[in-house]
């Protein structure tokens, strides 16, 4: 692996410097909230789950489970003083089962006992009298019931039945994309303590403190002020933790009110899967029609996902879904027809990409199987329909593509990688190998970066700067070890010209920033980043002020660098003068608010400009599959991305690098397979295969594109916690290209469906030789 090719800014930002927690977490000092000391009296719960995908909720006889050793009692949906509903949106999913359940691993109690091992124990011998129904368990079944969490969601730009008539050519075609789980390294877990006047603390591993606050108010009829959730880091989260973290710290609270006493649930790993929703699958259908160059003349596409019983975030993920299917290309004429599936599974929920992936990767398979069909390039025809200018540089939603690096940044990476030697290559390889066959392919990455909801696109810090000239930052995005906090304090260190080990970060807190967005949509450094340099810029504005004052200097005069405070005078230590201010009196903490400008969305049309700016990259993935056994490996990956100007290459690097493995485990090994009765049945590292070590390839080259943010963001960065996911499509697309060796004459699409694993891969190669 290559480290970037970009030179160090001259501050602390820009600098690989590493993990502000990193030192902590290799020594196992960093602390979980499984790992905070116990308050005297600690009380732990255990779920009572669902047996059955749907049906009538009878009873629950917990005689048996309330006799077994160390039992504190039961905790049901009678147990909820405020809404007996969690505080969504859509206002439909109960807090616990009440007359029906909805699908396999539905919560419908909690066993609270002196004891995780007692509650697990007497949880499970807890016996529910469950009258089944007919059960709604895929999307097929789901689309034919007319079965909908949501209302489907139509977008239409320009004559797309038209063009497909007119069109010299025409395809059509379908396929699937499965769902994903999450599996963060801490699993769901939340810590539950009453506190004096009706006061409750939460700990909560949760990208989303103000969301938890405002459930577990709601539920237990409170106000939001008597409820303070904390989060010092996850370890983990990926979007498992925006809005279903808010279940367990709603569970734990509501354990904590009846026996007042604190109360810590955690769920076990089988559990978590069983009880927590994945990556939305999708189904596709689409009709293309295209002209001898392969220039999509119209498209009309239809996306469905499983949503499962309930809305949860379905609404802004397929949203968003219908916002990608063009990635980097333009679509004149396009129909695109969203069904949010009502499934008896569970709630699907955000995921990293939130959509995005799943659109995307719609256009990307159109793309190669109109280049399939013309017998051309998929890279020229991939570029034959790159935005471009004019009219061409407005997407289906209505936003000009202002920055469009798409066209230079593949160029590069098709030169950087040998794109064309390469492909010559391998087709000579194919023609004499009859068992292995190599494929090789690259796809290009244009990801939207602000919350498509506009009101969550803002964020507050808080900056104190202490006597001995050391200082303590608090914003409200949270730290699930994608290198937020490390990020914000080299930004607040720069903007007051400290080391950065003079800056210490403190707990997500909502007694400090109220009212803050999740850390999602790849915009927490852009949002919390900005914020917490307002604060800082504050402060060190007022000691410019007072410096100046003191030597007779204009502010303007009077510079913070390398921990020193400079004026034409002379230089003095930051320390030094800090506690001089202190002596006279001046403010030395601050508060900042940023909210992203130009940004605006008609959620009813679908139009507008719902992004700040697009984070841009490419992947080139070649890959071998056994014909045989459907075995397949990825053998070589070279990527370029674009992170604006790097806020800290180290980490972005990492961040790249990790985005693209998990999105290859999701197109090739993650399989989540449930029986028929609705049960999930790959539910623990035995039977469901996160990428490991191993299928990272030995040739794993990442880039930076070397050109900083044409936007006003922190720094001139971009966003790089969701786009590299999307690269991994290039090993799919590679994948296809491998199974088409099979059958190289053959000119109609190639259908595989995600997850490609051994077994699919080795259909679909039987389907293409037959």
Partial sequence: ????????????????????????????????????????????????LSAVAHGRLRGVDAAPALTMPGVIGLVTAADIPGDKRFAVTAHDEPIFAIDTVEHVGQVIGLVVASSVNAARAAARAVRCDIEPLPALLDIESALAADSHVLPPVHLKRGDPQGALAAAPHRLSGSFSVGGQEHFYLEGQVAYALPEEQDGWCIYSSTQHPGEVQHWVAQALGLEQHQVRVECRRMGGGFGGKETQAGHLAVWAALAARKFRRPVKLRLERLDDFLVTGKRHNFLYRYDVGFDDSGRVAGLQLMLASQCGFSAD????????????????????????????????????????????PQGMIAIETVLDDIARHLGLDPLQVRERN????????????GMTVEDNIAPELVAQLAADCRWRERREQIAAWNATQPVLKRGLALTPVKFGISFTATFFNQAGALVHVYGDGTVQVNHGGTEMGQGLHTKVCQIVADELGLPLDRVRITSTDTAKVPNASATAASSGTDLNGRAAQIAARQVRERLAQFVAGQQGVRPEQVAFRDGQVVTPNGARDFADVVHAAYIARVQLWSDGFYATPKIHYDKATLSGRPFYYFAYGAACTEVVIDTLTGENKVLAVDILHDVGRSLNP????????????????????????WNEQGRLTSHAPSTYKIPTASDVPEHFRVRLWPEANREDNVFGSKAVGEPPFMLAISVYEALRDAIAAVAPGRREPVRLDAPATPEAVLNTVAARRG
């Fill in 1 to 48: 692996m290559n480290a970037p090719d970009l030179l160090p800014a001259a501050g602390v930002c820009g600098q690989p410097l590493p993990h502000e927690s990193a030192r902590a977490q290799v020594s196992g000092a960093a602390l979980y909230v499984d790992d905070l000391p116990e308050r005297k009296g600690t009380l732990y719960a255990a779920p009572i």
């Fill in 313 to 356: 975030l379905s609404g802004p993920v397929n949203d968003r879904a219908v916002f990608h299917v063009d990635n980097t290309y333009c679509l004149e004429h396009v129909q695109i027809d969203s069904y949010r599936c009502k499934t008896h599974t569970q709630s699907n929920t955000a995921f990293r990409g939130f959509g995005g």
């Fill in 386 to 397: 790159f935005y471009g200018d004019g009219a061409r540089a407005v997407t289906h939603y």
């Fill in 650 to 673: 180290a980490i972005d690097l990492g961040q790249i690098e990790g985005g693209f493995v998990q999105g290859m485990g999701w197109l090739t090994t993650e399989e989540l397979v």
